[in-house]
């Protein structure tokens, strides 16, 4: 039986399916944040995407009833902070809000604070973003955004993670529905397997 689109409601097999085979495909982790007021609202977001880098535009796909989208919508700019593999637990932490309703955090240690916006210290790279666009796309609004400055892990005067030689520099990526990281890999050698 072939399942139709068209139908004007919602298929859950279809639906379910495209979960599955969504699960199957890795992407990097990052922080989606800003401020209000003096607290931090962030979210875990694995939908980070450069669209375009001429003019640079990169997007976040966020549920529409996330507060987090609200206060960017009002503040009209954000950052984004690609996660290292160490920070997994707080990943999972704000990849989890209570009925859309993201936590608030005081800026603290692991925080730190650059054109007026929040990131994470151990980022591997950090976006300051201006919101540019918004589309609602089903049950999320994806959200276009242009960077006014762009940090890496690279430029060790602006990272205070942790040292040279440890993992610091390996990304959390999320596949089959779990934290993992990568190794490198060289072309035409055999991968190793996990």
């Not at 450069?50 to 997007?59: A, G, T």
């Not at 996330?66 to 160490?86: A, D, G, N, W, Y």
């Not at 201006?130 to 400055?149: F, K, M, N, S």
Request: proline residues 6%.
């Amino acid at each position: 039986m072939k399942l139709r689109l068209d139908s004007g409601r919602p298929d859950l097999q279809i639906g379910e399916a495209t979960r599955r085979g969504m699960a199957e495909f890795a992407t990097g982790v990052a922080l989606a944040a800003t401020f209000q007021g003096d607290h931090i609202q962030a979210v875990t977001v694995n939908s980070f995407a450069c669209q375009s880098l001429r003019p640079p535009i990169v997007s976040i796909s966020l549920r529409e009833d996330l507060r987090i989208l609200k206060t960017i919508v009002e503040s009209q700019v954000f950052s984004v902070s690609i996660m290292p593999i160490e920070s997994h637990v707080l990943a999972d932490e704000l990849g989890r809000p209570r009925l859309g309703q993201v936590r608030g955090f005081e800026a603290g240690s692991k925080w730190g604070r650059r054109s007026g916006l929040p990131h994470l210290k151990s980022a591997l790279a950090w976006f300051a973003c201006e919101l540019d666009q918004l589309v609602q796309i089903g049950d999320h609004v994806l959200v276009l955004a242009t960077p006014t400055e762009v940090r890496t892990s690279r430029d060790r005067l602006w990272r205070a993670g942790p040292s040279e030689g440890s993992n610091a520099d390996s990304p959390l990526v999320f596949h089959r529905r779990s934290y993992t990281t990568v190794e490198p890999w060289q072309l035409g050698s055999e991968p190793t397997s996990r």
